[in-house]
């Protein structure tokens, strides 16, 4: 990606950033959106007292039993997605009353994920509106994919080896809302066809809210996390380049 392309690109999000805060519309709040296939029957779900209850829950789960009420991840399971909690087994031993219709096991839309295990286990949500939508896609690029004779149905080279796909030219009528902002989110595709969200648009929102200036370190998905109760879920780590969030390719 040339440093012209990504200049325009840091301004555009700048940009937007800045008119969206402007009308004050930051909507880090704890909503989700349901999904059955039709892009018009998006809906807003609140997940506020799930959590709590499921905190609370977990929290005497741990003092308890000693361990965490988690299903057994495997090893390639991303970050994000690592630690979903283990509903029936908090209702089996009656941590909980009912498991939450908000639940993927009731038929809801998330699942609910601890992050920060080791020192302060915390219930997040992972939406699986986005996790769905962002599969759609890939098996919309892979059969691209195999039907050209491995060239990717890919736009813009948005970062580094990291492209925008090209919904029309893979065959994808789907939308995504962003989880944080509720604003259309892009698709993003890595050199070996792999679909991720793109998360810069949010992050730049929330570190021109908080006035922050990130360190060239750290990974500001982060800042997601701490600032909502969702995770970024399908998503790349960002880092902080020429004063814009920026994904890494894995």
Known sequence: MNTT?????????KKATATMMMF??????????????????ETRVSYRESVKRI?????????????????????????????????????????????????????????????????????KVMDLVTVQKVNDVQRAVDKYKTSHSGKLPVGDEVYPGLHRIDLKEAGADIDLKSVYSGQNM???????????????????????KEGDKPSTNEDLREYLV????YVPVKSLPYE???????????
């Open 5 to 13: 392309a990504f200049s325009k690109r840091s301004r555009r999000i």
């Open 24 to 41: 004050g519309i930051l909507i880090l709040t704890t909503t989700g959106c349901l999904y059955s296939g039709d892009k018009k029957t």
């Open 55 to 123: 905190q609370s829950a977990v929290d005497d789960f741990q003092k308890d039993q000693g361990i965490l009420p988690i299903v057994n991840p495997e090893e390639s399971t991303p970050r994000y997605e690592k630690f979903r909690v283990d509903l029936n087994q908090l209702q089996k031993k009656g941590f909980i009353d009912e498991i939450p219709k908000t639940a993927f096991e009731k038929g809801g839309s998330a699942y609910f994920v601890i992050q920060n295990e080791e020192k302060d286990p915390t219930i």
């Open 186 to 208: 892009e698709f993003i595709v890595d050199s070996a066809g792999v679909v991720y969200a793109d998360y810069a648009f949010d992050i730049m929102q929330l570190i021109d």
């Open 226 to 229: 701490k600032a909502s109760d």
């Open 240 to 250: 902080w380049v020429n004063d814009a969030p920026v994904a890494k390719q894995p």
